[in-house]
């Protein structure tokens, strides 16, 4: 099992709208929202590195600007 943080940016009026949409993907444990130089973090687990993959690109949709995905390895 992988588990991996994801740290996005967002369309500032859409954090709320890009929240409630990400909680609801399949793998994804957690969602925040932050202050400071993110907007959102999320808490991903996934099987293999390709459902990670899927997870993520489905994250990154038009509200969302740009991404940091961290790997965890223990």
């Not at 991996?4 to 925040?32: C, F, H, Q, S, W």
């Not at 973090?41 to 600007?65: F, M, W």
């Amino acid at each position: 099992m992988l588990l991996a943080y994801v740290m996005m940016n967002t369309v500032p009026d859409k954090m709320e709208t890009v929240l409630e949409e990400i909680r609801e993907l399949k793998g994804v444990e957690e969602a925040y929202m932050l202050y400071g130089v993110y907007d959102i973090i999320a808490a991903v687990k996934a099987g293999n590195i390709e459902d990670l993959k899927v997870t993520i690109l489905k994250i990154r949709k038009k509200y969302v600007s740009s991404t940091l995905t961290l790997l965890v390895v223990s």
